[in-house]
């Protein structure tokens, strides 16, 4: 990946401070709990939920086992569909080729879908070193980028905003990108909707450059797929000359027959819908319909490395619904910004250190950023099983080492001489209970945990002295 988010400490440090926003949590307990119990209903109404949730986990199992095949077939596709593939290792390389297309075209703005991907390789700030704007479309990423903010969820991205900020926003910077806000905004959302539209217009209308990702991509006809709620991908996949998709590797189906299942669960697991008000595919170029030229960048970024990893690797089933986002009682406290990632919340704490390896401090803290409660995997529409990973991502944490983990291990070490020598023990029983008026509350050296906890208060005598007495 490109990197963290510049300057972003590690998750335990940005959570203790977000945890203290009130403002902050307030916003997020009342989207996520309103998102959630609407998709509980949305998911309620289908008998066979069970089965499209292990369908889709297979689909993508096979999928992965042979995406070297089904890329291939792909790239076929798309180019005997008119299309251009382009195949970028990393975020510097797809920067570069996107940055390249741009200026062949001769134009210096684009207008842009809302997509992870891009996010994930921060497109818009190598775009706009080489002097492009990157317009973002999308009405809670415009707000982000308004507001010279990061998103914070995967389908909310301004989920951390309520209306009186965004009115704020809007009046304050919508006339250093364009259009300006109406005079007299209020933060009735019908206004804040009508100013984005108004905003976003004219750039619509006039963008000669569109770039997109893609939820899904289709091996048998190099069709390429946008889930969307509002129109505005619509937009900027058929109004622009030239049409540049930026999509990882991973987002594969072999068959439309296999979109079919995914198409079924993605509304539901992310905005309660039982269908997506705007489903968008396109197939290479047509003439004098859409697009006449169109580029597919395949992104690696670090998707082959966590494919090769056995337990791991069902992190790319993710189709980036964000339910887990919002049953997790950790992000709904610390919010996305925290994780220091695109892809904040559960499928964040396993993903993101996949991807950009363990070695910096925030990668390294986030498989600890759960309680491992499972919630997350209880609403996984393709049965990802989170704390599985997370687990296993903080064993390979542990294996890499660092103070804390060279605390750690020598304070078993020298519990497990204790415990194997009952003489000591018991000298250290009898010691701690004389003791005990000037125990600490906290333990030296576990202040992340005794922060929160209180040590348990000890007993007057050692449980074996008080047996001898009593039992003997």
């Keep these: 990946m490109s990197g963290t988010y510049l300057g972003m400490p590690s998750f335990p440090k940005a959570a203790a401070e977000a945890v203290h926003n009130e403002t902050l949590r307030g916003n997020l307990r009342h989207a996520t709990h309103t998102i959630r119990d609407k998709r ?19 689909i993508k199992d096979r999928t992965l086992r042979h995406l070297d095949e089904y890329l291939v077939q792909l790239e076929k596709s798309v180019t005997d569909a008119g299309g251009t593939v382009h195949w970028a290792a990393d975020a510097d390389e797809a920067n570069r080729i996107v940055a390249g297309l741009v200026k062949a075209t001769g134009e210096r ?14 497109l818009n700030e190598a775009l706009e070193a080489e002097g492009i704007a990157a317009y973002e479309t999308d009405l809670a990423e415009l707000i982000v980028q308004l507001g010279e903010d990061r998103p914070s969820h995967i389908l909310v991205p301004a989920i951390h905003r309520n209306r009186g900020e965004i009115r704020e926003i809007f009046a304050r910077t919508m006339s250093e990108w364009g259009r300006p806000a109406p005079e007299g905004l209020t933060d009735s959302p019908a206004e804040l909707a009508e100013a984005a539209r108004l905003h976003l217009r004219e750039k619509f209308l006039r963008a000669k450059v569109g770039i997109s990702g893609a939820n899904f991509m289709v091996a048998e006809t190099g069709t390429l797929v946008v889930v969307e709620s509002e129109g505005n991908g619509r937009m900027c996949l058929t109004l622009p000359e030239t049409l540049i998709s930026v999509v990882g590797i991973e987002k594969i189906v072999p068959t439309w027959r296999d979109l079919e299942v995914f198409l079924q669960t993605l509304p539901r697991s992310s905005t309660a819908e039982r269908m997506n008000p705007y489903t968008s595919t396109w197939t290479g170029t047509t003439d004098a319909d859409g697009p006449q030229d169109f580029h597919l960048v395949l992104l690696d970024n670090g998707r082959t490395a966590t494919l090769a990893d056995e337990v791991g690797r069902q992190a790319l089933r993710c189709i980036r619904c964000s339910a887990c986002l919002n049953v997790c009682p950790v992000y709904e406290r610390a919010g996305g910004h925290a994780y220091g990632s695109v892809y904040p919340g559960p499928i964040g704490a396993i993903l993101s250190p996949q991807l950009r390896g363990t070695e910096s401090e925030i990668d390294a803290s986030l498989p600890y950023a759960s309680s491992l409660c499972g919630a997350c995997y209880d ?7 989170i704390p599985e990973v997370l687990v296993h991502l903080r064993e390979r944490v542990a294996v890499q080492g660092g103070r804390g983990h060279r605390l750690e291990k020598a304070a078993i070490k020298a519990a497990g001489w204790v415990l194997n020598h009952p003489a000591a023990l018991a000298a250290g029983e009898k010691a701690a209970s004389k003791t005990r008026g000037l125990q600490p509350r906290r333990l030296p050296g576990a202040g992340a945990w005794t922060d929160s906890r209180e040590l348990p208060e000890l007993p007057p005598e050692p449980f074996r002295d008080w047996w001898k007495k009593n039992r003997t």
Excluded: N, Y
């Design 40 to 58: 509980a209903k949305a998911v309620a109404e289908l008998a066979d939920w069970a089965q499209l949730r292990e369908a889709g986990k297979q």
């Design 109 to 122: 703005e684009v207008v842009k879908v809302k997509s992870m991907a891009t996010q994930e390789i921060g």
């Design 379 to 385: 609403v996984c529409p393709v049965a990802i099983d």
